[in-house]
T-cell receptor, first 111, second 114 residues
C-alpha cells in the first residue's frame, strides 16, 4: 500500500533554532496536510496544502507542497518548548474520504 | 464546540474480555473515522462512516473488531474477545465531509489488555 516516509524520525533542537522536516511518497497526491500530536492527545491540524508548489504559513510554521506532488516540507522558525510533539504528514487517497498518515517526526526542544 | 469526545480515556482489561470504546463526533460532522495508533504501525485507519453508514472497513484487523454508528452523534468500537496485541491508543475523528479539510481528532482511548 501507499507509504509516507517522514524524516528525520526524531530530532533534538535548542530553543530558538529553526526546524525543517519532510515527507515523501512514491505516489502523487493532491492534498497534503500537516498535523501535530501533543503527548496524550490526538493529532491537531496545522496546515493544509492543495496545490503543487504552494507555500502556506501559520504563525511560525511554513509548509510547502512539492512541485512533483510527491513530497512536502514543514519548517518551524524560532522553536519554543511547546513545539515538542510528533509531527505527521497526511495525504488523501483520491476519490475517497481516507487520509493516510506518515511515520511521524518526533521533536524535542532543549530549553 | 466541545470537539470530538471519546470515552473512556483509559481502559485496562483482561485478555478475553469485551471492550467497548465510545465516540461522540462534532455536531454537524457527517463523517466519522476510527484510527488505531501503535509505535510499530503508526496511525492506521480501521473504519469510516459517512452519514452513519460504514463505507470502508478494510482496516478492521479481524472479526473480533466491530464498529457501529446508530445515529449521527454516537459511535462505538467493540473488541470481543480482546487480546494483548490489541493494546494501543484508539482515536475517533470526525469531519464535515469537506474532504480537503482533514479531520478533527478526539483525545483517544488508551487500551491496555493484560
Amino acid at each position: 500500500g501507499q507509504q509516507l516516509n517522514q524524516s528525520p524520525q526524531s530530532m533534538f533542537i535548542q530553543e530558538g533554532e529553526d526546524v525543517s522536516m519532510n515527507c515523501t511518497s512514491s505516489s502523487i497526491f493532491n492534498t497534503w496536510l500537516w498535523y501535530k500530536q501533543d503527548p496524550g492527545e490526538g493529532p491537531v491540524l496545522l496546515i493544509a496544502l492543495y496545490k503543487a508548489g504552494e507555500l502556506t504559513s501559520n504563525g511560525r510554521l511554513t509548509a510547502q507542497f512539492g512541485t512533483t506532488r510527491k513530497d512536502s516540507f514543514l519548517n518551524i522558525s524560532a522553536s519554543i518548548p511547546s513545539d515538542v510533539g510528533i509531527y505527521f504528514c497526511a495525504v488523501r487517497l483520491s476519490g475517497t474520504y481516507k487520509y493516510i498518515f506518515g511515520t511521524g517526526t518526533r521533536l524535542k526542544v532543549l530549553a | 464546540d466541545a470537539g470530538v469526545i471519546q470515552s473512556p480515556r483509559h481502559e485496562v482489561t483482561e485478555m478475553g474480555q469485551e471492550v467497548t470504546l465510545r465516540c461522540k463526533p462534532i455536531s454537524g460532522h457527517n463523517s466519522l473515522f476510527w484510527y488505531r495508533q501503535t509505535m510499530m504501525r503508526g496511525l492506521e485507519l480501521l473504519i469510516y462512516f459517512n452519514n452513519n453508514v460504514p463505507i470502508d472497513d478494510s482496516g478492521m484487523p479481524e472479526d473480533r473488531f466491530s464498529a457501529k454508528m446508530p445515529n449521527a452523534s454516537f459511535s462505538t468500537l467493540k473488541i470481543q474477545p480482546s487480546e494483548p496485541r490489541d493494546s494501543a491508543v484508539y482515536f475517533c475523528a470526525s469531519s464535515t465531509g469537506g474532504l480537503l479539510l482533514g479531520y478533527t481528532f478526539g483525545s483517544g482511548t488508551r487500551l491496555t489488555v493484560v
